[in-house]
């Protein structure tokens, strides 16, 4: 069974930081490109950022680019997503996912629960 457990989720200031934990488990991690995903309320779900385990590469949404950064440890079968220079535009359920999301491609076939991120000004 496929399973995606997120954590480190939570309320920061503006400006502040957080990184999020996403422990897989039940398929071959190195042969899977992870993603995070977030969904703020009342839009549409979209791919924040993606690492590719099979090849290492990462992409990121241009509204995260150079503030965000996803990295994967294999021997943890975790991937990790470093949140800096926050803002309220960046609250949202995020959720990790096996497979990834562009603006014109979804990928994903497993999601986890998702945790809060909150942003205040």
């Known amino acids: 069974e496929v399973q995606l457990v997120e954590s480190g989720g939570g309320l920061v200031q503006a400006g502040g930081s957080l990184r999020l934990s996403c422990t897989a488990s039940g398929f071959d991690f190195n042969n899977y490109a992870m993603g995070w995903l977030r969904q703020a309320p009342g839009k549409e779900r979209e791919g924040v950022a993606c690492?590719?385990?099979?090849?290492?590469?990462?992409s990121y949404a241009d509204s995260v680019k150079g503030r965000f950064t996803i990295s994967s440890d294999k021997a943890k079968n975790t991937v990790y997503l470093q949140m800096n220079s926050l803002s309220p535009e960046d609250t949202a359920v995020y959720y990790c996912?096996?497979?990834?999301?562009?603006?014109?491609?979804?990928?994903?076939?497993?999601w986890g629960q998702g945790t809060q991120v909150t942003v205040s000004s």
């Open positions: 690492f590719n385990n099979a090849i290492g590469t990462t």
């Open positions: 996912s096996r497979g990834c999301q562009t603006t014109t491609l979804d990928l994903t076939d497993a």
